[in-house]
């Protein structure tokens, strides 16, 4: 049977081109750097001690002056810095990080990860590709940049920031 590229669906195409095998080994690599963090709209994975995540160690879980939020740190097996910045509820509004990898960003943003992979994709068919992300959409601010060895970014779920905390001045 003669095969017909032309006949094939478009969806398998796809999938089996060049830039999407390049982001599928991406994302795997994200997934395989280390442990998962706590999500966006979850309790900090570093809240109490012995509960950092596995190949993590944790630094510190401090009050902010205000007291209307507590930063958790930890430093991830790769040698990456994540910060989850969780409301006096309990509840991560924001995390940053930085590192020589990224984190696993499917984990750090929990039910907001879909969002960044449409932009992510969305990105790819305008043609930037290796770009720093930055976006404002579904509920989601993400800004993520760098390169190998220096990967940094933050994201926060602006209706999940407590009421009288400047987010600006919680990412500096």
Do not use: C
Not at 130 to 135: G, K, L
Not at 147 to 170: D, K, T
Request: glycine share 10%; no cysteine.
């Amino acid at each position: 049977m003669h095969h017909n590229p032309e006949l094939e669906s478009p969806m398998k195409r796809y999938i089996f081109s060049a830039p999407v095998r390049g982001l599928l080994l991406a994302l795997l690599a994200f997934i395989g750097t280390g442990a998962a963090q706590a999500a966006l709209g979850q309790a900090p994975s570093v809240a109490a001690p012995g509960s950092a995540p596995s190949g993590a160690r944790m630094l510190a879980a401090v009050p902010a002056a205000n007291g209307m939020y507590t930063v958790h740190e930890a430093v991830l097996a790769n040698g990456s810095t994540v910060r989850e910045y969780a409301s006096a509820g309990g509840i991560v509004f924001a995390v940053t990080w930085k590192g020589p990898l990224l984190p696993d960003l499917g984990a750090l943003l929990g039910n907001y990860f879909p969002t960044l992979q449409l932009q992510t994709e969305q990105n790819r068919q305008a043609g930037l590709r290796r770009a720093p992300v930055t976006m404002e959409r579904d509920g989601l601010v993400l800004q993520s940049m760098g390169h190998m060895r220096n990967f940094f970014g933050s994201a926060y779920a602006p209706a999940l920031v407590p009421n009288g905390v400047s987010i600006n001045h919680v990412l500096q």
